[in-house]
C-alpha cells in the first residue's frame, strides 16, 4: 500500500506468523500497542548501533499521533507509514548497551474519552566487529579484506568500509563487472520478476561484520535501495548461503557462501553471505550463527523487510543450515542442505575412524585384509570413502597438519619451541562451549572408540572371519589429544560430552528444527573416487532418524536425490527452490490458529515430497529406502559409515557409548575360539559398546538462543537470551 510519504511498502511482512523474523519481540495483547524489531529476532542482540522496528497501533488511533522516544530523546520522525496500522522506522544512535524504546499513542474509548497506550522495548545494542552472543572471539585473527578489494586491515578487529559495485548478467550467461549501473552494454540480459522484464544488473555490497567479510547482491533498478522504498526487482524474499569444509580458523577467509548467484538473482532473489559462513574459515555453527544474524539484520535495515528467509549450501553449507535452525530459529525460515551432514561433531567419528583403520591396514593389519573386506567394515558402498576422508578432513584432528596458510608458520603451536601457539584443531572455534583442557592446553576432546566393535556388521554377514575381526579390534587404537595415533583407544573428556548435548551441538533435531521446513538435496557420490565420495548418502537418513526420534515424525524433511550429472542437477536445484518457497508461502498465508510445527506440516505443498531424478531429469516421487518403491531404490542405494558398521543404531546419537560386558552368544552364528575369546576380553577390557541405552553424558538440550556472552558479559555458563527452556 501508500504509505504517508507516497512510498510502496510491504504489506505482509508479519504475515508469515510462524517464523520468528516478524513476531514482535515485545509483549503482544490484542488491542494495545506493540513495538517489535524487524532486522533481527532478538531485541537484545541487535548490533552496529541501529535496528529497523515496527509499532503497531489499535485500530482506533492515528498513526499520525504515534509518539516514539529513544533512551528519552523524541525520534517520531524516523518512523514512516507502512500500512494502516504500522509505522515502520530505522532506529539509529544506539548506545553500547541497554537502550529503552518507548511509544505512546492516544486511542478513543468509551464515553468520548481518550486514554494514552504505551509500550516499551528493551534493545541491546552492540558492536559490529562482534562478539554478540558466540563469547570470547579468537586471537590471533588474520585478515583478508583485500581478497575482496575492500581496504587493507588490522588484526585482530579486521574492519575495512564498505564499498558497493555493479555487475551485470551477460546474454552469455556470465556475470561481468559494470562500471556505470546507467548504463546498458549491448550484451546486457534481462530477467523476469514477478512478471516485469528487468535488466540484469546486480548491486553488490561488500564489507565486514562481525570480523568477516560480508557480500550481499540484489537486482538493481536503478536507485539506491531503502527499508521504506522497495527495490521494484526484488521479490522481498532473500537466500542466505553458506559454505562448506572445516576448519579452525584464526582468520579472515577469502571467500562467502556465493552471492552471485543466477538460480536466486534471476527470480529476483536478494542473496547475502560471510566469511564465517563458511565452514573450512569457521568451524563452529554458533559464530556461523551470529554472522548470519548479524548480516541478515544489515541487509534488513539496507533494503526493508522480507518475506522470508531461505537457507542454500553444500557440505558444510548443510551442517550450518541444519545447526542454525535448530538452535537459533527465525534466522532461517526454511533451509535446502545439500549433500549434508547433521553436524561437525558426529560426522568427526567416521572421519577418525577412516585414518584408523588406514593406518591399522597399513601397519598391524597389512596383508589380512582384503579390499572387499575393507570396505564391508567401513560400512561404504566404496572404501574410497574412507579414502576420501583420510586426505581431506582426518587432518583436522591434528595440531597444525591443517593450519591455513594465512596463519604463519612462526605462530604456529610445536611442543617445545612454541607451546601456546595457533593450533589449527577444527574444534578450537568451539572453545567457548567445550572449554580447554588444562592439562594439555587443547579443547577438550568429544573423539571416543571405547568399546566400539568395528567391523562387526561385516562378521555377522561373514564378510569378514572371527579371527580378522578379532585382530582389527586388538589393534586398532585411537588418536591422541594432538590426533597422532596410538595404540590406546581415543577416551572422550566427560566435560565436552556434558557440553555438547546441554548445548545441543551434536544436533537432536528436537528444538528450532522441529518446526523449520527442510528439503534435504542429495547428489549420489557414495561411490565416486575422492575426494567427492565423503557426501555419502546415509547423513540425510542419520538427520532424518534423529528428527524422528525427538519429535514422532520426520514429515518437515524432504529427501530429493539426483545423480551429480548436470542436467539432473540443474533440475535438482531449481525444484528444492521453487518447492521451499511455495513452502514457506504456503505457511506466510496461513492465518489459521495451529502452532508453528503444525503449519509446517500442514502447508507442505503435495508435489513436495521425498523423490529422485531418473534418467532424463525425469524426477519421480518415493521414499529413497524403500525396496518396494523400485526405480528409485535401485538407483540410489543407501549404505552407512564405520560407526552404524560397529552396530551404532541410524540416529548416531552416542558420541561414546555406555559399556555392556563381552556375551558372546550376542554375535548369532559367529563362534570365537578360546583364544580369540580372550583376546577381545583385553581388546574391550570394560565391555562394548550398548546401544540400547544413550550416550554418556547424552541429555535434553537446554533450549534456543543460547549466548556465550559477548565482548564484556565474561560468561562462564551458557544463558538463554529470549528463546525457550526445555
Same mark, same amino acid.
Given at each position: 500500500m501508500?504509505?504517508?510519504?507516497? /512510498?510502496? =511498502?510491504?504489506?505482509?511482512?508479519?504475515? *508469515? &506468523?510462524?517464523?520468528?523474523?516478524?513476531?514482535?519481540?515485545?509483549?503482544?495483547?490484542?488491542?494495545?500497542?506493540?513495538?517489535?524489531?524487524?532486522?533481527?529476532?532478538?531485541?537484545?542482540?541487535?548490533?552496529?548501533?541501529?535496528?529497523?522496528? /515496527?509499532? =503497531?497501533?489499535?485500530?482506533?488511533?492515528? *498513526? &499520525?499521533?504515534?509518539?516514539?522516544?529513544?533512551?528519552?530523546?523524541?525520534?517520531?520522525?524516523?518512523?514512516?507509514?507502512?500500512?494502516?496500522?504500522?509505522?515502520?522506522g530505522l532506529v539509529g544512535s544506539l548506545k553500547h548497551g541497554k537502550n529503552e524504546l518507548a511509544a505512546k499513542v492516544k486511542v478513543r474509548a468509551r464515553h468520548h474519552r481518550t486514554v494514552t497506550l504505551s509500550a516499551k522495548l528493551r534493545l541491546d545494542n552492540h558492536p559490529i566487529i562482534g562478539p554478540v552472543f558466540s563469547g570470547p572471539q579468537q586471537t590471533p585473527f588474520y585478515c583478508q579484506t583485500q581478497s575482496f578489494g575492500l581496504a587493507p586491515a588490522q588484526q585482530p578487529k579486521c574492519s575495512a568500509p564498505s564499498i558497493v559495485t555493479y555487475q551485470y548478467r551477460t546474454t552469455a550467461g556470465k556475470f561481468a563487472p559494470l562500471a556505470d549501473p546507467t548504463q546498458r552494454p549491448a550484451d546486457l540480459a534481462t530477467t523476469t520478476v514477478n512478471g516485469r522484464t528487468v535488466p540484469y544488473i546486480v548491486r553488490l555490497e561488500q564489507g565486514t561484520i562481525d570480523r568477516g567479510v560480508y557480500q550481499i547482491a540484489a537486482l538493481y533498478d536503478g536507485a539506491d535501495p531503502s527499508p521504506?522504498?522497495?527495490?521494484?526487482?526484488?521479490?522481498?524474499?532473500?537466500?542466505?548461503?553458506?559454505?562448506?569444509?572445516?576448519?579452525?580458523?584464526?582468520?579472515?577467509?577469502?571467500?562467502?557462501?556465493?552471492?552471485?548467484?543466477?538460480?536466486?538473482?534471476s527470480q529476483g532473489y536478494a542473496v547475502a553471505s560471510n566469511t564465517l559462513n563458511v565452514l573450512d574459515q569457521n568451524c563452529s555453527p554458533i559464530i556461523s550463527a551470529e554472522a548470519a544474524m548479524m548480516t541478515k539484520e544489515h541487509f534488513i535495515e539496507t533494503y526493508g523487510p522480507v518475506l522470508f528467509t531461505m537457507g542454500s549450501g553444500l557440505s558444510g553449507g548443510g551442517i550450518q543450515q541444519y545447526d542454525i535452525a535448530e538452535s537459533y530459529p527465525g534466522i532461517l525460515d526454511g533451509i535446502v542442505p545439500g549433500i549434508s551432514f547433521p553436524d561437525p561433531i558426529t560426522t568427526g567419528g567416521p572421519v577418525t575412524d577412516c585414518r584408523l583403520?588406514?593406518?591399522?591396514?597399513?601397519?598391524p593389519g597389512a596383508g589380512l585384509l582384503t579390499s572387499d573386506q575393507l570396505t564391508s567394515i567401513s560400512d561404504f558402498i566404496s572404501f574410497n570413502s574412507c579414502t576420501a576422508w583420510n586426505l581431506s578432513f582426518?587432518?583436522?584432528?591434528?595440531?597444525?597438519?591443517?593450519?591455513?596458510?594465512?596463519?604463519?608458520?612462526a605462530v604456529r603451536w610445536n611442543p617445545t619451541t612454541n607451546p601456546n601457539g595457533v593450533k589449527c584443531q577444527s574444534t578450537e572455534q568451539i572453545v567457548?562451549?567445550?572449554?580447554?583442557?588444562?592439562?594439555?592446553?587443547?579443547?577438550?576432546?568429544?573423539?571416543?572408540?571405547?568399546?566400539?566393535?568395528?567391523?562387526?556388521?561385516?562378521?555377522?554377514?561373514?564378510?569378514?572371519?572371527?579371527?580378522?575381526?578379532?585382530?582389527?579390534?586388538?589393534?586398532?587404537?585411537?588418536?591422541?589429544?594432538?590426533?597422532?595415533?596410538?595404540?590406546?583407544?581415543?577416551?572422550?573428556?566427560?566435560?565436552?560430552?556434558d557440553a555438547l548435548y546441554r548445548d545441543d551441538i551434536v544436533n537432536s533435531g528436537s528444538l528450532g528444527l522441529a518446526s523449520t521446513p527442510i528439503i534435504d538435496e542429495r547428489y549420489d557420490l557414495d561411490a565416486l573416487p575422492p575426494i567427492n565420495s565423503i557426501h555419502t548418502t546415509e547423513w540425510s537418513y542419520v538427520m532424518r532418524a534423529r528428527l524422528k526420534e525427538a519429535n514422532g515424525s520426520a514429515a518437515n524433511q524432504v529427501i530429493i536425490e539426483s545423480q551429480p550429472l548436470p542436467a539432473e542437477v540443474a533440475a535438482s536445484d531449481a525444484y528444492v527452490v521453487d518447492g521451499m518457497d511455495r513452502w514457506l508461502t504456503a505457511i506466510m498465508n496461513d492465518h489459521s490458529h495451529r502452532s508453528a510445527r503444525a503449519k509446517v506440516l500442514a502447508d507442505r505443498p503435495k508435489d513436495v515430497s521425498d523423490g529422485c531424478?531418473?534418467?532424463?531429469?525425469?524426477?519421480?516421487?518415493?521414499?529413497?529406502?524403500?525396496?518396494?518403491?523400485?526405480?528409485c531404490a535401485a538407483r540410489f542405494p543407501v549404505a552407512g559409515n564405520t560407526r552404524l558398521g560397529a552396530g551404532q543404531p541410524l540416529s548416531q546419537m552416542a558420541m561414546k557409548c555406555q559399556l555392556a560386558?563381552?556375551?558372546?552368544?550376542?554375535?548369532?552364528?559367529?563362534?570365537?575360539?578360546?583364544?580369540?575369546?580372550?583376546?577381545?576380553?583385553?581388546?574391550?577390557?570394560?565391555?562394548?559398546?550398548?546401544?540400547?541405552?544413550?550416550g554418556v553424558g547424552q541429555q535434553k538440550p537446554l533450549g534456543v538462543w543460547l549466548s556465550y556472552g559477548d565482548e564484556t558479559s565474561g560468561l562462564t555458563k551458557p544463558t538463554l537470551i529470549g528463546g525457550r527452556r526445555r
Amino acid at each position: 500500500m501508500l504509505g504517508r510519504a507516497g /512510498r510502496w =511498502t510491504l504489506t505482509g511482512a508479519c504475515a *508469515l &506468523a510462524s517464523l520468528a523474523i516478524c513476531a514482535p519481540a515485545g509483549a503482544k495483547t490484542p488491542g494495545q500497542l506493540q513495538i517489535a524489531t524487524v532486522s533481527n529476532p532478538q531485541p537484545l542482540l541487535v548490533s552496529g548501533g541501529q535496528v529497523l522496528v /515496527r509499532v =503497531t497501533v489499535p485500530s482506533s488511533s492515528l *498513526l &499520525a499521533e504515534v509518539k516514539v522516544n529513544l533512551n528519552g530523546h523524541d525520534i517520531s520522525s524516523a518512523f514512516k507509514d507502512e500500512t494502516r496500522k504500522t509505522l515502520l522506522g530505522l532506529v539509529g544512535s544506539l548506545k553500547h548497551g541497554k537502550n529503552e524504546l518507548a511509544a505512546k499513542v492516544k486511542v478513543r474509548a468509551r464515553h468520548h474519552r481518550t486514554v494514552t497506550l504505551s509500550a516499551k522495548l528493551r534493545l541491546d545494542n552492540h558492536p559490529i566487529i562482534g562478539p554478540v552472543f558466540s563469547g570470547p572471539q579468537q586471537t590471533p585473527f588474520y585478515c583478508q579484506t583485500q581478497s575482496f578489494g575492500l581496504a587493507p586491515a588490522q588484526q585482530p578487529k579486521c574492519s575495512a568500509p564498505s564499498i558497493v559495485t555493479y555487475q551485470y548478467r551477460t546474454t552469455a550467461g556470465k556475470f561481468a563487472p559494470l562500471a556505470d549501473p546507467t548504463q546498458r552494454p549491448a550484451d546486457l540480459a534481462t530477467t523476469t520478476v514477478n512478471g516485469r522484464t528487468v535488466p540484469y544488473i546486480v548491486r553488490l555490497e561488500q564489507g565486514t561484520i562481525d570480523r568477516g567479510v560480508y557480500q550481499i547482491a540484489a537486482l538493481y533498478d536503478g536507485a539506491d535501495p531503502s527499508p521504506f522504498t522497495q527495490d521494484t526487482s526484488w521479490n522481498h524474499k532473500l537466500v542466505y548461503t553458506f559454505g562448506g569444509g572445516c576448519n579452525a580458523g584464526y582468520h579472515q577467509g577469502t571467500g562467502t557462501g556465493g552471492v552471485l548467484n543466477n538460480l536466486f538473482l534471476s527470480q529476483g532473489y536478494a542473496v547475502a553471505s560471510n566469511t564465517l559462513n563458511v565452514l573450512d574459515q569457521n568451524c563452529s555453527p554458533i559464530i556461523s550463527a551470529e554472522a548470519a544474524m548479524m548480516t541478515k539484520e544489515h541487509f534488513i535495515e539496507t533494503y526493508g523487510p522480507v518475506l522470508f528467509t531461505m537457507g542454500s549450501g553444500l557440505s558444510g553449507g548443510g551442517i550450518q543450515q541444519y545447526d542454525i535452525a535448530e538452535s537459533y530459529p527465525g534466522i532461517l525460515d526454511g533451509i535446502v542442505p545439500g549433500i549434508s551432514f547433521p553436524d561437525p561433531i558426529t560426522t568427526g567419528g567416521p572421519v577418525t575412524d577412516c585414518r584408523l583403520l588406514i593406518n591399522y591396514n597399513a601397519g598391524p593389519g597389512a596383508g589380512l585384509l582384503t579390499s572387499d573386506q575393507l570396505t564391508s567394515i567401513s560400512d561404504f558402498i566404496s572404501f574410497n570413502s574412507c579414502t576420501a576422508w583420510n586426505l581431506s578432513f582426518a587432518s583436522r584432528a591434528t595440531a597444525t597438519d591443517s593450519c591455513d596458510s594465512s596463519i604463519p608458520v612462526a605462530v604456529r603451536w610445536n611442543p617445545t619451541t612454541n607451546p601456546n601457539g595457533v593450533k589449527c584443531q577444527s574444534t578450537e572455534q568451539i572453545v567457548n562451549q567445550l572449554g580447554r583442557d588444562p592439562k594439555t592446553g587443547f579443547v577438550r576432546t568429544a573423539l571416543d572408540n571405547i568399546g566400539l566393535q568395528y567391523g562387526l556388521t561385516a562378521l555377522k554377514s561373514g564378510a569378514i572371519t572371527p579371527a580378522q575381526f578379532v585382530a582389527l579390534n586388538a589393534s586398532i587404537g585411537g588418536l591422541d589429544v594432538q590426533g597422532k595415533s596410538q595404540p590406546a583407544r581415543t577416551v572422550a573428556d566427560p566435560k565436552a560430552l556434558d557440553a555438547l548435548y546441554r548445548d545441543d551441538i551434536v544436533n537432536s533435531g528436537s528444538l528450532g528444527l522441529a518446526s523449520t521446513p527442510i528439503i534435504d538435496e542429495r547428489y549420489d557420490l557414495d561411490a565416486l573416487p575422492p575426494i567427492n565420495s565423503i557426501h555419502t548418502t546415509e547423513w540425510s537418513y542419520v538427520m532424518r532418524a534423529r528428527l524422528k526420534e525427538a519429535n514422532g515424525s520426520a514429515a518437515n524433511q524432504v529427501i530429493i536425490e539426483s545423480q551429480p550429472l548436470p542436467a539432473e542437477v540443474a533440475a535438482s536445484d531449481a525444484y528444492v527452490v521453487d518447492g521451499m518457497d511455495r513452502w514457506l508461502t504456503a505457511i506466510m498465508n496461513d492465518h489459521s490458529h495451529r502452532s508453528a510445527r503444525a503449519k509446517v506440516l500442514a502447508d507442505r505443498p503435495k508435489d513436495v515430497s521425498d523423490g529422485c531424478y531418473l534418467p532424463g531429469a525425469q524426477l519421480i516421487h518415493a521414499p529413497l529406502t524403500d525396496p518396494a518403491t523400485g526405480a528409485c531404490a535401485a538407483r540410489f542405494p543407501v549404505a552407512g559409515n564405520t560407526r552404524l558398521g560397529a552396530g551404532q543404531p541410524l540416529s548416531q546419537m552416542a558420541m561414546k557409548c555406555q559399556l555392556a560386558p563381552l556375551n558372546f552368544g550376542s554375535y548369532g552364528n559367529v563362534t570365537f575360539t578360546a583364544d580369540q575369546q580372550t583376546q577381545l576380553k583385553a581388546a574391550f577390557p570394560n565391555g562394548v559398546c550398548d546401544y540400547s541405552k544413550p550416550g554418556v553424558g547424552q541429555q535434553k538440550p537446554l533450549g534456543v538462543w543460547l549466548s556465550y556472552g559477548d565482548e564484556t558479559s565474561g560468561l562462564t555458563k551458557p544463558t538463554l537470551i529470549g528463546g525457550r527452556r526445555r
